[in-house]
């Protein structure tokens, strides 16, 4: 059963990663820089418009470091 607790918001991710939204909401868009973490990797779900993450999801892109 899934959990509210995995389940984040844009503002959540963004947050855990010490990012302004803005600028995470704008390298979403974008496509983030050579060299940072791509969190696009793990597949954000748009739910009402809006991106939701799976906090598992999340966990494993920085564990594994994908990057850009």
């Known amino acids: ?21 803005d600028t995470f ?9 050579k060299g940072e973490l791509d969190l696009l990797a793990a597949d ?7 991106r939701r993450w799976f906090r598992a999801d999340v966990e494993r892109v920085i564990r594994e470091r994908v990057k850009a």
Do not use: N, W
């Not at 509210?4 to 302004?20: F, K, N, S």
């Not at 909401?25 to 820089?33: D, I, Y």
């Not at 954000?44 to 809006?50: D, E, L, T």
């Open 25 to 33: 909401q704008t390298r979403c868009r974008e496509g983030f820089k």
């Open 44 to 50: 954000p779900i748009p739910i009402a418009g809006r």
């Open 1 to 21: 059963m899934i959990k509210a607790t995995d389940i984040m918001t844009d503002e959540q991710v963004a947050e855990l990663l010490g990012m302004h939204i």
